[in-house]
Nanobody, 113 residues
């Protein structure tokens, strides 16, 4: 499974960005897709995940970020609103399939104050 993430960039505090992730390759079905992030000097942390029946958000992004699945098969989006400087990180797409767990290459999100 290959995951191609895009949509990062530089934005001022209070602004918005939308991340996209598309899966490709050989697999039967993706059980979940999600986003994680890693800020400099910190461990990678969950941002949001989605399955066919539920979504899950980190407390720090609830009410500001929305994860959704696209109409194109096996795409996932992360709409990020009211961005804060502490949201600055490399954002990684993650997916789980019957044959393993996969990570995308990461996309940088920088929020200036």
């Amino acid at each position: 499974v290959q995951l191609q993430a895009s949509g990062g960039g530089l934005v001022q505090a209070g602004g918005s960005l939308r991340l996209s992730c598309a899966a490709s390759g050989r697999y039967f079905r993706l059980n979940f897709m999600g986003w994680y992030r890693q800020a400099p000097g910190k461990e990678r942390e969950l941002v949001a995940t989605t399955t066919s029946s539920s979504t899950n958000y980190a407390e720090s992004v609830k009410g500001r970020f929305t994860i959704s699945r696209g109409t194109v098969k096996d795409t996932v989006y992360l709409q990020m609103n009211s961005l804060k400087p502490e949201d600055t990180a490399v954002y990684y797409c993650k997916a789980g399939a019957s044959n393993g767990i996969y990570w995308g290459q990461g996309t940088q999100v920088t929020v200036s104050s």
